[in-house]
């Protein structure tokens, strides 16, 4: 079942894990759907992410994901490569979305590891059945998914080098931050596998240890400040790289670590895309907040 | 939209978190679901929880959790109290699903503390927001669920305190095995709420500093030995409670934290319900592991 | 070199891990050492443990803790057994600092787990391979001293039941407040290995459960009400157990946990022993901690 | 009682955290402190810790640390930079070494995070009271040393740059390896104020990003390959220091994080300096961890 052009898929560059708009009753809001992908296209981006974490996709039901997949499919730009966040904790429902967002025209799926029955799940063994189980079944490409401030788990470089033996797994989005973990899978992973990076504050240092692209939430509402860095590393202008970095750092924590997938969104409303609220128990941002973010974000453009 | 008969409901017993049946293709068991069910009904057994992290639940699709809400009630013998396993992420999602449940008959829902966007949530305000906004929602009474070795968040035992204030909010299911914690929740929390243990290791001292009764996946495999320390500590027959309790703890230790549900399953097995197998990622015990099991189940019958 | 009357250490009763008296230069303060011991003479208490987590132990060179050895031996009545803190992170100055305890007339040593290299000693061998040697050269008899919240280590209930079979080490101090783990070790140590809590909010469980006694750094400052949960619970009282455990969880919090060794200083200095000041980096509690410690200790005499 | 060259040192390039060689005694082992130091000499190495946590610092007694530093002081060649680990839990003993260390000709003192108390000395208040209270009566510049996975306390990097204003905390030692975090303390800390890594993985990352240099145990077996790291990224040659980065990872983690001291002291044996034997609770590798480390280093001369 695995596809004959696997090889050939290329993740490099700058791909948002795009916030999921809701209307003020908290249904999926297609307009604004629209709005932003259309905006987003007229980007360097690589292409988009739908139903990750930062698209609050443990917040949508199963059928919401459909009409996302479908909708952004119909608005993207030829050129966006489609990835879709499929990960279940069960290998026959991950498999069942991998499959539907297959059909929907999605390129690759972004499947999380595992995490709720910790005690059974967090060792690599069980870690490298559920991904092999869904890679032999899904008829698009696997990601790897380590989100740990997540998931409370963190899959090893040991086990994800193993993995990318798997001809249907090709890559893995690592959001820890760790360097040196990035380094030693970039390093000793099976020749092709790529790995991008999930975490804004170290896009530059990742780049330059052998990451092939990066999956940042701040890319959502300012898609042209990572690009910047992304575009100066590949040109070797390492002191712009540099500088793109510090000035991007103190709003990627805030719209991550420190206020999450609703700063992000609030930060989208300041920069001309469609944020709007989250589904409860995510709440807007406090005044505080507001103010911090607007700060940080004065002079990134959308 | 609080029932009128909050207030007279009692959780005290024993009740099973029960496991759910698959077949060899992994699709829900109905006939094992009554079989089950119908030797349970034999025991004093105080009802069941159906759905809960011991049901799988997280497995399963919103369909399979109503079919199985439906078998459950329709087998069940009347003096069982039901109770459902309804917690999801999002308040949207868990208000529905319990909703679902209390057309089917369920008279409480066990609602697990929200996870997932952990620098978000594992705050006690998010968490009273998250509660609150889903017992005004609820058309029965819901009992919070806390069960950190799976979601990696602990709920204090401050927001509970204050949860308990609520008036469709009417217990706790503490599956830490934290006494402390138990004893200052039963001592501080308003008069009426009622504290179940979730941890069968610390079932007698649980029982003896408050809780009200208890919710043991060990229950599903050896119902007459937990039921026999709850006689025990409703007699203060305090000798024969210690000696039960350090009868069951290793076994109660292999099915849970050791084995998980698979191990319990197998358990089941052993001890004339039907057990089965698990859904993956979770995988059948190894023959070392079921050797251990059966040592552990060999004085403990069903 | 194991002592011949080690069988007949008796380590029952609440023991108090006595406070260290700085005067307001930082030095030791030998007067209000004597006033202290010789008002704990007044009382119940079992015996003093010298030089533990409560006595500032880390923040004491070796020539302090002999002299504090030497004062209580000197001002102990004779009844009181002496345990003293000796536990390093080596071998070699753990073993040298009980053997000078034992010349000064100490009855044990109480050694807490190696913990600075954290990947190499936490796991069960290395801890075995430490209290061994240690309890090979002492002589006196060991107690293995486990508190997870100071060193992040928490040896496993395994891993003591198998030191329990060492002949020179005879019981342990569990400060996690772990029912499970303590109902454990007391079940399937070797008979006569003595478990002591070090968590006075869980004192009466963990009495109930087995242990022998208690080291309680609320003893310090209110001794009586811990020995009335000690006295309750032999007279098999349970009413009054559970009633006066229920009055000192807060107060035992708020020496412990919340304010530490500053606060319960504090409230020493309110039940007419002689708190003071610590030494830095601890400091005096602030005047809300204050406040909430009064209110605390209002109903729980010296 | 600031010294008026503070701003003139300066911390770049690579420092050994040098071992401690004990004889089989397990005595301080004086002939081999001088072998080792006169052979580090005559490489590059910017100059020496003594008494870190590779150097089994808390293994150590007072006076064996003061012997230390007066031997190392003797042996060491004139140009090379002398820094001495003098960190304890309290701050008067932490002010005691530090200005015995100043006598003994040391140039800066490494001062880790306190960390026994953790619910008192974790907060960012308590630890700027520390290491302001210790800068202020230190008679040689004070480097803060960040340890968490010693130590189980993570200093963050806001209590760092409030820190650095202090004039006579002129740096700081990271050895978690989070990239993140280090690039914000360079960016946000003081003008001046000097980030050393202590983790050898990441120790190209980390220069790229503004480390000033680096404290690594790897120094001690190997030191020409970190050495040519830090020459390589100062003739911008990064290709060339991209590759020896992935030349040493490997045989970095076995000497720190997989096999400790231990591991480390054998690499030093293998490589013609003397390593010798820890002291317990730290043992000797086993036969297969030495295969794994003589293969890691057969191509990393000394």
């Not at 406090?286 to 990134?300: V, Y």
Request: proline share 7%; glycine share 8%.
């Amino acid at each position: 079942m695995v596809p004959p052009h696997t090889a050939l898929m290329k993740l490099d560059g700058i791909f948002p894990p795009i916030t999921t708009p809701f209307d003020h009753d908290g249904n999926l809001y297609k307009a604004k759907v629209r709005h932003n992908v259309e905006k987003w296209n007229l980007t360097a981006l690589a292409g988009y992410v739908v139903c990750g974490s930062t698209g609050e996709s443990v917040l949508l039901t199963g059928e919401e994901k459909l009409q996302l997949w479908g909708w952004v499919a119909e608005y993207a730009a030829p050129e966006k490569l489609l990835i879709a966040g499929t990960g279940m904790e069960s290998v026959r429902e991950t498999v069942s979305l991998t499959n539907q967002a297959a059909e929907a025209g999605y390129k690759a799926a972004l499947v999380r590891t595992p995490h709720y029955y910790k005690n059974l799940v967090s060792n690599a063994a069980a870690q490298m059945l559920f991904f092999r189980a869904v890679a032999d079944q899904a008829r698009i490409p696997v990601l790897i998914y380590n989100v740990p401030q997540a998931t409370g788990v963190d899959i090893s470089a040991e086990a994800v080098i193993q993995l990318s033996e798997h001809p249907n797994i090709v890559g893995l989005k690592e959001s820890s931050g760790n360097i040196e973990k990035l380094m030693r899978m970039t390093r000793e992973a099976k020749p092709g596998f790529q790995v991008l990076s999930g975490s804004a504050p170290t896009l530059w240092p990742s780049l330059m240890v052998g990451a092939a692209g990066a999956v940042l939430a701040l890319a959502n509402a300012a898609p042209y400040s990572t690009i910047a860095i992304w575009e100066a590393f590949r040109t070797r202008e390492y002191g712009a790289a540099e500088d793109w970095q510090n000035r991007i750092s103190r709003a990627a924590v805030l719209v991550t670590a420190k206020y999450g997938v609703p700063g992000l969104k609030y930060a989208m409303d300041l920069n001309g895309y469609y944020g709007g609220p989250p589904r409860l128990p995510l709440t807007v941002p406090s005044p505080e907040a507001k103010r911090e973010i607007e700060e940080a974000f004065k002079d990134l453009k959308g």
